[in-house]
Each structure stands twice: as structure tokens, then as C-alpha cells.
T-cell receptor, first 113, second 111 residues
Framework: DAGVIQSPRHEVTEMGQEVTLRCKLI?????LFWYRQTMMRGLELLIY????????DSGMPEDRFSAKMPNASFSTLKIQPSEPRDSAVYFC???????????FGAGSRLTVL | QKEVEQNSGPLSVPEGAIASLNCTYS??????FFWYRQYSGKSPELIMF????GDKEDGRFTAQLNKASQYVSLLIRDSQPSDSATYLC???????????FGTGTRLLVSP
């Protein structure tokens, strides 16, 4: 199995631009989690889905952030417009069910200038 | 606010020693606890998980859980320089079943 696949691995953009991060779940997994990691705040949960349905989006910072899961194996996290404070590593993780172990993707490092 | 607390470190130990990493959590109803290891620039990877009070051993790693004290720890025996990493404690929230992470403890094992 290829594991959780994230793209792009690195993104450098200018303030105000739209950013789209992508994630492909492990085959057979039905829960997906988006985390953001910074030095100051550590690993923060932004949103998670179970069976394509958003269960908890209380960690989404503000309306500039949105996440979708158009099918059972794929998700996007969009930031529009992006700001320098959004600079972080964004991780996607999946599990076979809500209560099971998470497997993380390699992460997407976002830099907003 | 449900929290998971860890000492940020760094925790420095010599090669061959036992490293002890600690974590406290605020949600008394939490049922499952996880330790992840994260090398610099890499993603977190699961070391082990524990559900019941007491000790759970896996190779050089032992997880210890004390629900009454809301405390979970990870012991690494015969520490190796390759164990140098940040160790993240995670607790599953009883409400939405999400995994809440501590900020991690950086471990440095010197040769």
C-alpha cells in the first residue's frame, strides 16, 4: 500500500493567493483528518471526516479555510485568501474507522510570503 | 478546552540509558492513548498505544497508563542515538473521538 499521499509537498505562495492541498487516503480507510503543525502550537486538528461526512470542524481557524471530501478516497483543504500566518506544515491522516490508529501522510509545507 | 500536556524538553540522555517521557491529560473520560515519534522534517509515526491501566511493553518501549492520575508515560530502554526525535503524546477525545496531541517532547540521545 502506498500510504496516505499528500500533494504538493512544498508550496510557496504570496499573500492573498488561493492554496489547495490534496490528500489521498489509504485504500479501505474511511476516516480522514487534517492537522496543522507549527512550532508554537504543535499539531492541531483542523477538521475530520468519517465516511465522507464532516464530523468536527471546530478547529478550522476561520472562513478562509474549507475542506471537502468529494469521494471516499480523496480530500482537499483550501485556503482563500492565504495569509503569512497560515505558514505551517499541513498533515493529512487516515484511519479505518474513527476509533482506530491514524496513519499520517508526509505533509505539505506551506509558506505564505 | 481538553488538553494534553508534555514537557517540551529537550530531554538529554546518554546512549544505553532509559529515557522517560511523560504526558498528562485533562479529559478524565479518555479511553485510548497513543505515542507517536516524529523525526525532524518527517511525519508522525505510531510507536504504540495503550487502553488499560498499567504497563504495555513492545521491544525497548514501555507505555504506562494511570487513569486515576490522568498520566501516561513512555519509557525507552537502551536508548540509541537513532531514538533522537520528538515524541508526541495523543489522547482520543471522548466526545467526537478525535485525536488530540500534545506539543511533544524532544529527546536527544548522545553517543
Amino acid at each position: 500500500d502506498a500510504g496516505v499521499i499528500q500533494s504538493p509537498r512544498h508550496e510557496v505562495t504570496e499573500m492573498g493567493q488561493e492554496v489547495t492541498l490534496r490528500c489521498k487516503l489509504i485504500s479501505g480507510h474511511n476516516s480522514l483528518f487534517w492537522y496543522r503543525q507549527t512550532m508554537m502550537r504543535g499539531l492541531e486538528l483542523l477538521i475530520y471526516f468519517n465516511n465522507n461526512v464532516p464530523i468536527d470542524d471546530s478547529g478550522m481557524p476561520e472562513d478562509r479555510f474549507s475542506a471537502k471530501m468529494p469521494n471516499a478516497s480523496f480530500s482537499t483543504l483550501k485556503i482563500q485568501p492565504s495569509e503569512p500566518r497560515d505558514s505551517a506544515v499541513y498533515f493529512c491522516a487516515s484511519s479505518a474507522g474513527q476509533g482506530n490508529v491514524l496513519t499520517f501522510g508526509a505533509g505539505s509545507r506551506l509558506t505564505v510570503l | 478546552q481538553k488538553e494534553v500536556e508534555q514537557n517540551s524538553g529537550p530531554l538529554s540522555v546518554p546512549e544505553g540509558a532509559i529515557a522517560s517521557l511523560n504526558c498528562t491529560y485533562s479529559d478524565r473520560g479518555s479511553q485510548s492513548f497513543f505515542w507517536y515519534r516524529q523525526y525532524s522534517g518527517k511525519s508522525p509515526e505510531l510507536i504504540m498505544f495503550i487502553y488499560s491501566n498499567g504497563d504495555k511493553e513492545d521491544g525497548r518501549f514501555t507505555a504506562q497508563l494511570n487513569k486515576a492520575s490522568q498520566y501516561v508515560s513512555l519509557l525507552i530502554r537502551d536508548s540509541q542515538p537513532s531514538d533522537s526525535a520528538t515524541y508526541l503524546c495523543a489522547v482520543r477525545d471522548t466526545g467526537f473521538q478525535k485525536l488530540v496531541f500534545g506539543t511533544g517532547t524532544r529527546l536527544l540521545v548522545s553517543p
